[in-house]
């Protein structure tokens, strides 16, 4: 991991006092994103409510520019220009590098389905059955940690060889035991646990993205 990251995971800190006793795991968690990248692997993530939302966020910082410029490169770029003439062209100048990232929380059709034809809990892990492979990494966001849903992601993506990073409050909750990191941020109050948790995940997505795309890539 590049140097530079130590920066964003030390501002962290420094605006959010109380995430110190997470700095570690939010350091490994850093560290596992990047490596399931190097390897071609994906990012899943998965939550209710305003963890929902958490998980469109998280993948759309990732997906396209964050903080970064993400030119895209070759040979995309020239195959862009020569398949697509003009407008390859512009394509080629304005499309950005993503790192791939799918949240479960955003295929209506498919969450009905399940939730319809099978069981509502397995609505996320019906989608790791699919999506996942061993290498990639699935963030589970559950502000308690019990959402049976959640769990039965995580279950089904430690099946898969899959890493697990949970987002939690200060108890765990079930996930505690599943996971293999647990950011589990302080307080029991949803609304204070959700509050920490945007902060934790911007973090991790400048140091993803700082790694791939920040100034002398590695």
Do not use: W
């Not at 700095?23 to 692997?41: D, N, P, R, T």
């Not at 019906?126 to 699935?138: E, R």
Request: hydrophobic share 40%; aromatic share 6%; net charge negative.
């Amino acid at each position: 991991m590049k140097m530079g990251n130590n920066i964003f995971l030390e501002e962290l800190i420094s605006r959010y006092p109380q995430l110190l006793p997470v700095k570690g795991e939010i350091q490994k968690s850093a560290e596992s994103i990047i490596s399931c990248y190097q390897q071609g692997g994906k990012l899943l993530v998965c939550g209710n409510g305003g963890s929902c939302s958490d998980s469109d966020h998280i993948v759309g910082e990732l997906m396209k520019g964050f903080e970064n410029k993400r030119p895209i490169g070759n040979p995309l770029k020239e195959e862009l220009s020569a398949f697509g003439g003009e407008r390859g062209n512009y394509l080629a100048e304005k499309l950005q590098g993503a790192l791939p990232a799918i949240s479960l929380t955003t295929h209506s059709a498919l969450i009905t389905a399940v939730a319809n034809d099978t069981d509502a809990n397995l609505i996320f892990a019906q989608q790791v059955v699919g999506y996942g492979n061993a290498g990639d990494v699935l963030i589970a966001i559950s502000s308690s940690g019990n959402s049976q849903n959640v769990v039965d992601a995580i279950i089904t993506a430690k099946a898969k060889g899959m890493i697990v990073i949970g987002l939690t409050g200060e108890t765990g909750g079930k996930m505690k035991s599943v996971c293999d990191i647990l950011i589990n941020v302080p307080g029991k109050r949803t609304a204070y646990v959700q509050e920490l948790h945007l902060p934790v995940y911007h973090t991790l997505c400048l140091m993803v993205e700082n790694h791939f795309f920040g100034n002398g890539q590695s």
